[in-house]
Structure formats: structure tokens, C-alpha cells
Nanobody, 128 residues
């Protein structure tokens, strides 16, 4: 049972940057798990933000393309999300998640849902 813990959230002004980290309790195989970031605003559904597929390909939501970068530090069992040029509409609780699968980044982005796989507890990002 993998535990995921997010960190790095906070408050920032529009145009600023934040870097989120997601630490896993053990080193899951990257070729067997989709790994990605999601966000949720109260009253709205969970939105997929960025995902790394089991083949290493990466997919982003249109709303964050060109501004967010997802990466991983395998030595530290950590998934990262660099968020640049932040906008107020990026304000949300951000979650990292992994799911055992064999899919490319886009398929992972489109199919991962809460309640399936392993999810962290979330970290709040507020952009004003």
C-alpha cells in the first residue's frame, strides 16, 4: 500500500511560481504506474492537470500547457509539479496520484479518477 504526501502549496500572487512535491512511501515501478497531478475546486469535479504515462510520455491539460511542468526524481521517489505564470483560476487543492496501468501520458490523464489507485491528501494552492 503506497502512501503519497504532497507538499509545496501556499499563497502566491498572479504571475508567480510554486513547486509541488509528492513523496511516495516506496519506490513504485514507473513502467507500471501512471503518475500525475490533479486539482479540485469546491463545487467542481476533479480536474486532471498533468500525467506521466508508463512509457514516459507526458500529457497536460490545455489550461496549464506551457506553464506547468511535471517531472520525477526517482532517487527520492518524488513526483514534482513546477507551476509558473500562475493565474487565480489555478487556485485549488492539488493532489498527486498513481495508478497501476500500462498507458501513455494522455491515456493516463484522461482515465485516472479519484477512488482508483493511490491518492495523496492534497495541498492547497491559492493565487491572488
Amino acid at each position: 500500500h503506497v502512501q503519497l504526501v504532497e507538499s509545496g502549496g501556499g499563497s502566491v500572487q498572479a504571475g508567480g511560481s510554486l513547486r509541488l512535491s509528492c513523496s511516495a512511501s516506496y519506490a513504485y515501478r514507473r513502467d507500471r504506474y501512471c503518475a500525475g497531478w490533479f486539482r479540485k475546486v469546491p463545487g467542481k469535479e476533479v480536474e486532471a492537470v498533468a500525467n506521466i504515462g508508463t512509457d514516459g510520455t507526458i500529457a497536460y491539460a490545455e489550461s496549464v500547457k506551457g506553464r506547468f511542468i511535471v517531472s520525477r526524481d526517482d532517487d527520492a521517489n518524488t513526483l514534482l509539479l513546477q507551476m509558473n505564470s500562475l493565474k487565480p483560476e489555478d487556485s485549488a487543492t492539488y493532489y498527486c496520484a498513481i495508478e497501476r496501468s500500462r498507458m501513455n501520458g494522455l491515456a493516463c490523464l484522461e482515465t485516472m479518477k479519484p477512488g482508483i489507485g493511490y491518492w495523496g491528501q492534497g495541498t492547497q494552492v491559492t493565487v491572488s
